[in-house]
Nanobody, 117 residues
């Protein structure tokens, strides 16, 4: 059974950077999974932030983070990353990683990111 564990969250001032990691275990053919980062702010619905495909590493981003966030994956390490630069207070949320392939979907437990002065 697949398991995802996020790390790297924390508190940062506006304009700062954080790098989130999501380590996967128990997956067969991890490289076939589409990997995504979502976030959920208090009182708001969970929204997709970025995704990276299984073939060719094609990436996509929410308009709100384009040019500031970068998603990447290391299939040898079974890990997906989210580099977040130029952070804004509105980026404050719990960030979740998601792995999906066919009908199999797995979620991590989330990591808190707080952007505040």
């Amino acid at each position: 059974q697949g398991q995802l564990v996020e790390s790297g969250g924390g508190s940062v001032q506006p304009g700062g950077s954080l790098r989130l990691s999501c380590a996967a275990s128990g997956f067969t053919w991890f490289s076939t999974y589409v990997l995504s980062w979502y976030r959920q702010a208090p009182g708001k619905e969970r929204e997709v932030v970025a995704g990276i495909g299984s073939v060719g590493g094609i990436t996509s981003y929410a308009d709100s983070v384009k040019g500031r966030f970068t998603i990447s994956r290391d299939n040898a390490k079974n890990t997906v990353y989210l580099q977040m630069n130029s952070l804004k207070p509105e980026d404050t949320a719990v960030y979740y990683c998601r792995a999906g392939w066919n009908k199999n979907v797995f979620w991590g437990q989330g990591t808190q990111v707080t952007v505040s002065s």
